[in-house]
């Protein structure tokens, strides 16, 4: 049974497959070669990378994904949302061709930016139902969040926005541009909630194998991520996601340049949402998944509190490196648009999700290699 993927992992990413596979080398027992190599979850229904452990052949480097029909689904439903999306770029740009995209600024205005994207978002939505009936509940969300992750960056980092609204008062109008974006994950969320589980039934052969251990046809162990209204457990994890993201992502971001602001943001909130699965595991993902538009709202607050006119904020963006003495430096939470938060900030939080799922699975893995381990002991003895 040397090679079989499954449960010691230290790490959920790639780093842990590989250093899991690497450890089972000095452990050497044939139980270990069984288990060395966990798949490592990176997003829901997403991606693994394992690696063989040593056995009794030595050992193999194996890169392992989803099943082929897992794959295809949940990349044809990127594929539809970025073409969807990309459809109505010319709606949600900016009047003057400056960078950033803000539906409170934008070429055809509020009301008619915020339909155009929620129609956009209506054939994504239907392909991450499949997406999430093909494999976890997450991959739906994943998938949406990489469509708005590939229109955000196109749009270009907040500079434009910056120079073409009246500030402070610009920031007051992303916070409610913010609660917009809030109310749409909410919706998409209710959405996969409530119809994956009967395209599961209807369509029997999207689940037609296990998801991380689990029955494909059975959600079991808290690990099901449930979307519906979220109780106080939930609640808590959301806000551990919450202080953790806000406060990597306050010091991770330096600058508005559009890569800084997408990995400070994804790195922040995969930190984050991880430790807030792992303090309070729940079923409910709901509280963890919207914590970067919470976060969001706190730093668009600061600025509307802390500046009184459009120069001091200028100054204060000029002063990220605190080069001007005496001069308030502008907090970094305000160097990302509404859009950035609802893409590379969520998706963090559900591969920090993820992260946490595959770690949970590993220990329950290991914790069951040791009760078959002492139940074969016991039959060795009574034999």
């Known amino acids: 049974r040397q ?13 842990g497959g590989i250093c899991g596979g690497a450890l089972s080398r000095k452990r050497r027992g044939p139980e270990m070669a069984n288990r060395a190599g966990e798949m490592c979850m990176v997003c829901g229904g997403g991606w693994y990378v394992g690696l063989y452990g040593w056995g009794d052949g030595g050992w193999s480097e194996l890169l392992m994904l989803p099943p082929r029909r897992q794959r295809l689904m949940i990349g044809a439903a990127i594929v539809v949302g970025i073409v969807c999306l990309l459809l109505v770029r010319p709606v949600v740009a900016s009047p003057d061709a400056s960078s950033g995209i803000a539906l409170v600024s934008s070429q055809g205005g509020l009301v008619l930016s915020t339909l155009a994207i929620g129609a956009a978002i209506v054939p994504a939505g239907a392909m991450g139902v499949f997406a999430s009936a093909v494999g976890s509940r997450l991959a739906g969300m994943f998938v949406i969040s990489v469509a708005l992750s590939v229109l955000a960056g196109l749009g270009g980092p907040i500079d434009g926005f910056l120079r ?16 917009l974006w809030t109310i749409g994950w909410l919706a998409v969320m209710m959405i996969i909630g409530k119809w994956r589980d009967p395209t599961r039934t209807r369509l029997a052969a999207l689940s037609f194998q296990d998801h991380l251990g689990i029955d494909a046809n059975d959600d079991v162990h808290g690990i099901a991520n449930h979307v519906g209204l979220p109780p106080l457990r939930s609640l808590a994890a959301g806000a551990v996601c919450t202080v953790v993201g806000g406060a990597l992502a306050w010091f991770l971001m330096r600058d508005t340049s559009t890569g800084q602001v997408f990995w400070s943001l994804i790195v922040a909130f995969t930190l984050g949402g991880l430790a807030g699965r792992l303090f309070f595991p ?17 730093g668009y607050a600061i600025v509307a509190m802390q500046f009184s006119d459009g120069e001091s904020v ?7 490196d605190l080069s001007q003495v005496g001069n308030k430096r502008l ?14 900030g969520v998706l963090g939080t559900i591969l920090g999700i993820g992260w946490a799922n595959g770690l949970e699975m590993a220990k329950r893995a290991e914790a069951d290699a040791a009760i078959d381990a002492n139940t074969d002991g016991d039959s060795d003895r009574d034999d």
């Open 3 to 15: 090679g079989k993927c499954g449960g010691d992992m230290w790490g959920g990413d790639m780093w």
């Open 164 to 179: 073409r609204v009246a500030l402070p008062g610009g920031y007051v109008e992303l916070i409610g541009e913010m609660l």
């Open 282 to 298: 729940h079923d409910h993902v709901g509280a963890i998944v919207i914590s970067p538009c919470v976060v969001a709202v706190i």
């Open 314 to 320: 200028f100054r204060a963006w000029h002063n990220m």
């Open 331 to 344: 907090p970094g939470l305000a160097l990302a648009l509404p859009i950035h938060y609802a893409s590379a």
